[in-house]
C-alpha cells in the first residue's frame, strides 16, 4: 500500500474544457462554487434568524468583490510591491495570476463594514460570525483550485502521498499542502457550524470571527514550514510573509474570543440574577 502511494504523478490541465476565446478552469469553477455553497448557507441562516434572505444576493456582491479586490492588492503589495508599483497596470491582469489569502480576508472585512453601514438588524460582527462559516468552505474549495493549478505546494517530501508536480517540471515529490489546507479548513467549517448550531446563533459577538482568525491562521503559520517561498525576497527569512500576515489575525482572534467570553459570562450572570 505504502509503494502504491509513493510518487504520485500529478500533471492535471488547470483547463476543463475551452469554447473559442472562452475557458473555464477548475480554479475558477471551485471558486465558484465556493460562494454559491456559501451563499446558499447564508441564506438559511438569514432566513431562521427572521432576517430578509434577499439581502445575502446584495452581501454576496460585496464578499465577492471585497475577495477579489484584497486578494489582488494583497499579492501585490505583500509579496510583490516594486513590480506592480511600477507599472500599475499590471495590477489589473489578474489572470496571469496572483491572489493573497490575507488580503481577501481584509478585503472581506472592509466590504463588510461597507455592507453594514445602513442595515438595520445586521450589525458588523453579527454578520462577520454568520460569514465565517461559509468562508472557510470557500478557503476549502480554493485550495483545491489550487491543487489543480499545481501551485503553492511545499518541500520535498519522503511520505507516502508526496505528490510530484510535473506540470511545474518537478521529479522529486512535494508536500501536497493545498490538500492539507483543504482538509484543514474543511475541519474549520464543520467546528464554526457546530459551535453556532449549539447556542441556536446566540454567541456573543465576535466570537466566531475570533475562532476562525485563531484557527485559520494559527494553522497557516503552521503549514508555511512545509512550502516553498512564493517570492525571492522570502529565501532566508526566519518568517515568511504568509506567517509575518498570520501573527497579527492569531492575535485579534485571541482578542475576540476573550471579548466574547468576557461578554458572554456577563450575560449569564444577569440571567441567574
Same mark, same amino acid.
Given at each position: 500500500?505504502?509503494?502504491?502511494?509513493?510518487?504520485?504523478?500529478? =500533471?492535471?490541465? %488547470?483547463?476543463?474544457?475551452?469554447?473559442? %476565446?472562452?475557458?473555464?478552469? #477548475?480554479? $475558477?469553477?471551485?471558486?465558484?462554487?465556493?460562494?454559491?455553497?456559501?451563499?446558499?448557507?447564508?441564506?438559511?441562516?438569514?432566513?431562521? +434568524?427572521?432576517?430578509?434572505?434577499?439581502?445575502?444576493?446584495?452581501?454576496?456582491?460585496?464578499? /465577492?468583490?471585497?475577495?477579489?479586490?484584497?486578494?489582488?492588492?494583497?499579492?501585490? !503589495?505583500?509579496?510583490?510591491?516594486?513590480?506592480?508599483?511600477?507599472?500599475?497596470? *499590471?495590477?489589473?491582469? /489578474? #489572470?496571469?495570476?496572483?491572489?493573497?489569502?490575507?488580503?481577501?480576508?481584509?478585503?472581506?472585512?472592509?466590504?463588510?463594514? @461597507?455592507?453594514?453601514?445602513?442595515?438595520? $438588524?445586521?450589525?458588523?460582527?453579527?454578520?462577520?460570525?454568520?460569514?465565517?462559516?461559509?468562508?472557510?468552505?470557500?478557503?476549502? &474549495?480554493?485550495?483545491?483550485?489550487?491543487?489543480? =493549478?499545481?501551485?503553492?505546494?511545499?518541500?520535498?517530501?519522503?511520505?507516502?502521498?508526496? &505528490?510530484?508536480?510535473?506540470?511545474?517540471?518537478?521529479?522529486?515529490?512535494?508536500?501536497?499542502?493545498?490538500?492539507? +489546507?483543504?482538509?484543514?479548513?474543511?475541519?474549520?467549517?464543520?467546528?464554526?457550524?457546530?459551535? @453556532? =448550531?449549539?447556542?441556536?446563533?446566540?454567541?456573543?459577538?465576535?466570537?466566531?470571527?475570533?475562532? &476562525?482568525?485563531?484557527? /485559520?491562521?494559527?494553522? *497557516?503559520?503552521?503549514?508555511?514550514? !512545509?512550502?516553498?517561498?512564493?517570492?525571492?525576497? +522570502?529565501?532566508?527569512?526566519?518568517? =515568511?510573509?504568509?506567517?509575518?500576515?498570520?501573527?497579527?489575525?492569531?492575535?485579534?482572534?485571541?482578542?475576540?474570543?476573550?471579548?466574547?467570553?468576557?461578554?458572554?459570562? /456577563?450575560? +449569564?450572570?444577569?440571567?441567574?440574577?
Amino acid at each position: 500500500m505504502m509503494a502504491f502511494l509513493n510518487f504520485i504523478h500529478w =500533471n492535471i490541465d %488547470p483547463e476543463i474544457f475551452s469554447l473559442g %476565446p472562452l475557458s473555464i478552469r #477548475w480554479y $475558477g469553477l471551485l471558486f465558484a462554487l465556493g460562494f454559491f455553497i456559501g451563499q446558499y448557507i447564508m441564506t438559511k441562516i438569514y432566513k431562521n +434568524e427572521g432576517r430578509k434572505p434577499e439581502d445575502v444576493d446584495t452581501l454576496t456582491i460585496y464578499v /465577492v468583490i471585497g475577495t477579489v479586490v484584497g486578494a489582488r492588492l494583497g499579492h501585490c !503589495l505583500f509579496y510583490q510591491p516594486e513590480y506592480y508599483l511600477a507599472d500599475p497596470i *499590471r495590477i489589473l491582469k /489578474v #489572470w496571469e495570476g496572483g491572489l493573497a489569502s490575507h488580503g481577501g480576508a481584509i478585503g472581506i472585512l472592509l466590504a463588510l463594514y @461597507y455592507y453594514t453601514k445602513n442595515r438595520a $438588524g445586521q450589525s458588523y460582527l453579527w454578520v462577520v460570525d454568520r460569514l465565517v462559516i461559509p468562508v472557510a468552505l470557500a478557503g476549502s &474549495f480554493i485550495r483545491l483550485g489550487n491543487l489543480m =493549478n499545481s501551485e503553492i505546494y511545499g518541500h520535498e517530501t519522503n511520505l507516502p502521498w508526496g &505528490f510530484i508536480f510535473e506540470r511545474n517540471g518537478e521529479t522529486l515529490p512535494m508536500h501536497p499542502t493545498q490538500i492539507y +489546507e483543504s482538509l484543514a479548513y474543511l475541519s474549520i467549517f464543520f467546528i464554526l457550524k457546530t459551535m @453556532y =448550531n449549539k447556542t441556536q446563533g446566540q454567541t456573543p459577538h465576535g466570537k466566531l470571527l475570533g475562532w &476562525f482568525l485563531i484557527l /485559520v491562521f494559527g494553522f *497557516r503559520f503552521a503549514i508555511e514550514f !512545509l512550502k516553498n517561498d512564493q517570492v525571492a525576497f +522570502e529565501a532566508g527569512m526566519l518568517l =515568511n510573509m504568509g506567517q509575518i500576515l498570520s501573527i497579527p489575525a492569531v492575535l485579534g482572534g485571541i482578542f475576540l474570543v476573550y471579548r466574547a467570553s468576557k461578554k458572554g459570562l /456577563v450575560q +449569564e450572570e444577569e440571567l441567574v440574577k
